[in-house]
């Protein structure tokens, strides 16, 4: 087994990951940031999309889908606070195709009625949500 940090995800309801990692990726707002152990610290805010844990002694990543939230990373600590976090063979393909058919239909209707900030806010969410899935499907060793 190779050199881990420790890794934390959390959310509001519950403890989605907690362990070692040997290598871990998350959406910041600027970009991916791929985090080793012993890495700087550092602060930043994460957007909707993977976080990709690499555990020890396992060939696929574990999938975490996350709403947004804050990541702080430590030399021997990363912790993910984030909005909602959903692990990712828990996500609802169904569910989330329709979530991102009706904000699509939404925001195509154009009503004066509608806060399109939200609506494109769901949207994000529904694709962020359809990419970890489509991470599942190609098991991805990277």
């Known amino acids: 087994m190779g050199i881990t940090v420790h890794c934390d995800v959390v959310s509001a309801e519950e403890e989605i990951f907690s362990g070692p990692v040997e290598f871990a990726v998350f959406p910041a707002e600027m970009g991916e940031i791929g985090v080793l152990p012993r890495h700087a610290p550092l602060l930043t805010r994460i957007k909707p999309g993977t976080v990709r844990l690499k555990r020890p002694l396992q060939a696929d990543y574990e999938l975490v889908y996350v709403s947004g939230g804050m990541l702080e990373v430590q030399p021997g600590l990363i912790t993910v606070l984030a909005d909602t976090a959903i692990r990712g063979a828990d996500l609802d393909e169904a569910k989330a195709l329709e ?15 509608v806060d399109y900030a939200t609506v494109e806010a769901d949207l994000h969410r529904a694709i962020a949500q359809l990419r970890t899935i489509g991470f599942l499907h190609k098991s991805p060793k990277h």
């Open 99 to 113: 979530a991102k058919k009706r904000a699509q239909e939404t925001l195509s209707n154009r009503k004066s009625n």
